[in-house]
């Protein structure tokens, strides 16, 4: 993966509560074995009208979000089942971060394994950054190593990452990545194995 330390970029709502991994990503569109191209497919029954064209009430489908790499949703999402398909989904997309007060366990730990950035803002704190950046086509920057959120007028937000995933996401270490780093040690250990197995 890519290391994810800041990053600046446009901003999208979608200001819906309980957003279910079945909407991010519809079930008849799990049968692809790639992990790639599920981004058309992202919202699909929200997305597009029955005759395949785009919903023009549809949030994300406004203008002013076209080439969005943040999403400001809203509470409990990613929640239903725990298919990983949902942030595969959003990040072929284009969305690299994504902030709300709460979001499905699984979910959120399925973002981070997927270079991608979950960020839990306490209600307030959220519910003002949402009215700030809903209906406008707006700038936000985050960045991972300070854990600071910056507006494009200079406003700062802190926000905290579990230490474990922060460091993942800095240094693009996937769970392969993680064990990886351990090879001299695994190395050894199965040296020493042999060993054994000779006694």
Not at 5 to 32: C, E, S, Y
Not at 89 to 96: E, H, Q, S, T, V
Not at 109 to 127: A, D, E, S, T, V
Not at 149 to 163: H, S
Request: aromatic letters at 12%.
């Amino acid at each position: 993966m890519e290391p994810l330390m800041k990053h600046t970029g446009k901003v999208a709502v979608l200001n819906r509560i309980n957003v279910d991994t079945d909407q991010i990503i519809p079930k008849q569109f799990l049968k692809r074995i790639e992990r790639t191209g599920y981004g058309r497919f992202a919202f699909f029954d929200w997305r597009y009208l029955e005759d395949g064209k785009p919903n023009p009430k549809f949030e994300l489908n406004q203008p002013e979000y076209e080439g969005a790499s943040i999403l400001i949703a809203g509470e409990n999402f990613g929640c239903g089942s725990s298919r990983e398909h949902a942030p595969w989904a959003l990040g072929d997309y284009g969305f690299k971060i994504m902030i709300a007060p709460s979001f499905a366990d699984i979910f959120h730990q399925n973002c981070f394994k997927n270079g991608m950035l979950p960020i839990r803002l306490p209600y307030k704190i959220w519910k003002g950054l949402l009215e700030q950046y809903e209906h406008q086509s707006r700038l936000l920057t985050v960045d991972l190593q300070e854990q600071m959120l910056t507006d494009d007028n200079g406003k700062q937000i802190p926000f905290e990452v579990d230490q474990h995933w922060r460091e993942m996401l800095m240094n693009g270490y996937d769970e392969i990545s993680l064990t990886l780093l351990l090879e001299d040690e695994i190395e050894q250990f199965e040296n020493q194995r042999s060993t054994w197995l000779q006694v």
